[in-house]
């Protein structure tokens, strides 16, 4: 079964700082999809960015970035030079291909808590 | 068209009370999910239509939980004789089909959710 280990479950940094959310994966499958969500304190799961498992080119959007290493089957996110509105809970999340019957259903890891200090 | 709207946002109930939510998803997306998340966890699958078809369920979704989607286009998800452990987040998300592709999908949006809280 699939699984999405996000080990730190809150970090604390000071604006202006760099910090990297860590996601570790499990899946049996070749193809699948990746994502990472911010949900900031009104709940709602804001969508950050998608990577399909051929792609494993790093992603870079403004001060957002994203390394996909399919060798250890991490696909971490980076904050370059945070703000205080990058404060949320971050969560990576997996979909499997599982045989073309999938269908899109999510396995998210357990989130990890962000807070950036003025 | 304004994304996933779930309706209500917030629920109080009494323990043993039946409750329902609404969620209508993007006009275009065939799929929809359901989701549950509890305080401190990630979102949890609960169940997934195709169209007017459930296809999905997960085991977190017992007896008492009963989601439709009658005309593939909103959805109902109804908790009979609600219990403590069901407070939680109640997500609902959308999407749709690839092109020639069954396991590929597009535009995965969720709503804001509706927060139910069972006192």
């Known amino acids: 079964a699939q699984k999405v280990t996000q080990a730190q479950t809150e970090i604390s940094v000071v604006e202006k700082e760099d910090v990297t959310l860590d996601c570790v994966y499990e899946t049996r499958d070749t193809t699948y999809y990746l994502f990472w969500y911010k949900q900031p304190p009104s709940g709602e799961l804001v969508f950050l960015i998608r990577r399909n498992s051929f792609d494993e080119q790093n992603e870079i959007s403004g001060r957002y970035s994203w390394n996909f290493q399919k060798s250890t089957s991490s696909f971490n996110f980076t904050i370059t030079a945070s703000q205080v509105v990058d404060s949320a809970v971050y969560f990576c999340?997996?979909?499997?291909?599982?045989?073309?019957?999938?269908?899109?259903?999510?396995?998210f890891g357990q989130g990890t808590i962000l807070t950036v200090h003025p | 068209d304004t994304g996933v709207s779930q309706d209500p946002r917030h629920k109080i109930t009494k323990r043993g009370q039946n409750v329902t939510f609404r969620c209508d998803p993007i006009?275009?997306?065939?799929?929809l999910y359901w989701y549950r998340q509890t305080l401190g966890q990630g979102p949890e699958f609960l169940t997934y239509f195709q169209n007017e078809a459930q296809l999905e369920k997960s085991r977190l979704l017992s007896d008492r939980f009963s989601a439709e989607r009658p005309k593939g286009s909103f959805s109902t998800l109804e908790i009979q004789r609600t219990e403590q452990g069901d407070s939680a987040m109640y997500l609902c998300a959308s999407s749709r089909l690839g092109q020639g592709i069954a396991w590929d999908f597009y535009g995965y949006t969720f709503g804001s959710g509706t927060r139910l809280t069972v006192v």
């Open positions: 006009s275009e997306h065939n799929r």
């Open positions: 999340a997996l979909s499997e291909n599982a045989g073309g019957t999938s269908y899109g259903k999510l396995t």
